[in-house]
């Protein structure tokens, strides 16, 4: 059997790569395009990381939306207001959820150096603990061997359901945004 991770990777790659284009768009070096890169980000992880707080199958994690409070008030800006982001019953969902929420860490020490030197980058600069990922991947995939294929589907529908959402949280404000 494929592992529960294989397949969530394989599954959620294009809704990672349309997200990815989408904030390819945002000039970190620039103040007003990584204000508003900041702000996309926290309309969403304020979202995504709401429906897992009471979630006690998940793994412990840390949440980032305070490092964007913090960021985001350095540049004079307040917290915006997070999107809709429909929780589910299942839990495989959290679960991947919680992978594409823990995988930005990844992209986030990749592009904390595009932003400009003066900017804050709390959030951008909240990696992973050493193995903390890996662990991650582990608990998926053991998890997903225990629960089976559903549970594994339903880590799939999360995570691209955060993708998604990620990329709603992109568009300009007002753009076909719910609030």
């Known amino acids: 059997m494929t592992s529960a991770v294989v397949r969530l990777r394989a599954a959620t790659r294009p809704f990672h790569d349309l997200t990815d284009t989408e904030y390819s768009s945002f000039d970190l070096s620039d103040r007003r395009d990584y204000t508003a890169f900041l702000l996309a ?3 969403a992880t304020r979202a995504a ?5 009471d979630d006690e199958t998940l793994p412990t994690w840390r949440p ?4 964007l409070a913090d960021d985001l008030d350095k540049l004079g ?7 809709v982001f429909e929780d589910s019953a ?12 823990e995988g930005s860490r990844l992209g986030g020490a ?5 932003a400009d030197r003066d900017a804050p980058v709390a959030f951008l600069s909240a990696r992973h603990a050493k193995g ?13 061997a225990v629960r089976g294929p559903a549970w594994i589907d339903g880590a799939i529908a999360g995570a691209s ?19």
Do not use: N
């Not at 800006?77 to 999107?83: D, G, V």
């Open 41 to 43: 980000h926290a309309r």
């Open 49 to 53: 990381e709401a429906v897992l707080h």
């Open 161 to 179: 359901a955060c993708f998604q959402l990620y990329r709603r949280a992109a568009k300009p404000l007002g753009a076909g945004q719910d609030g």
């Open 64 to 67: 980032r939306a305070p490092l």
């Open 77 to 83: 800006c307040a917290m915006p207001a997070p999107l």
């Open 132 to 144: 903390e990922w890996r662990t991650l991947l582990a608990a998926i995939d053991a998890r997903g």
């Open 90 to 101: 299942d839990e495989g969902w959290r679960w991947g959820v919680l992978y594409v929420l």
């Open 110 to 114: 990749v592009l904390v150096s595009s």
